[in-house]
């Protein structure tokens, strides 16, 4: 019965010890995992529920690029540098965020008017305005802050927007970002 166990375990060591992982490494597997998500999500082919928007962390966190002078009433203020953008949810271009999911999300903004100068801003959902502040630079320079928590289904489109013109914002200081709860 000894003899037996003692066989037994040097087959089991053995046939162990001649066997080599053809797997990489878990930091590869991540990044090579990532990498093919981030993929098929830009392109709008989703394999499983693992990479649905739903499972995914949603949030960003873009500011202005240049000063916007003039900006008329229901213009959209295009924020251009984008810091964060987890689920691809922001467009630089366009300046608007378009829901990946039902959900709800947080939206913040900040604006900052120049001297002697006005900021009327909005949070806009699907062409209403949601939430408002009113940014005056009087004889010294004063940020603008708003936080809005919204309820919205995928596809929504969200962005600032001025609703009572003209708007001049300080490219400094001025910001928005958003993210789903």
């Known amino acids: ?23 990489p490494g878990l930091k590869l597997f991540r990044e090579d995992y990532k990498s093919v998500e981030e993929t098929c999500l830009a ?10 928007p739903n499972y995914r962390m949603i949030a960003f966190d873009v500011r202005l690029k240049e000063d ?5 009433d229901k213009a959209r203020v295009v924020f251009e540098t984008v810091d964060l953008n987890e689920g ?7 300046g608007i965020f378009t829901a990946r999911s039902n959900g709800i999300y947080v939206f913040d903004w900040t604006t900052l008017a ?3 100068q006005y900021a009327f801003t909005s949070l806009v959902v699907n ?32 962005w600032i927007g001025v609703y009572q013109g003209p708007a001049n914002i300080h490219r400094h200081y001025t910001s928005f970002s958003g993210y789903k709860l």
């Open 127 to 158: 062409n209403q305005l949601k939430s408002w502040i009113y940014c005056s630079g009087g004889q010294m320079y004063l940020p603008c802050s708003k936080m809005t928590i919204v309820k919205l289904r995928k596809e929504d489109k969200v």
């Open 43 to 52: 392109v709008g082919f989703v394999r499983n529920n693992c990479t649905e």
């Open 1 to 23: 019965m000894f003899w037996a166990f003692v066989v037994l375990m040097i087959t089991i060591q053995c046939g162990l010890c001649d066997k080599v992982s053809p797997k």
């Open 68 to 72: 916007k002078r003039n900006l008329a």
């Open 88 to 94: 691809l949810g922001h467009n630089a271009s366009t």
């Open 114 to 116: 120049w001297t002697g």
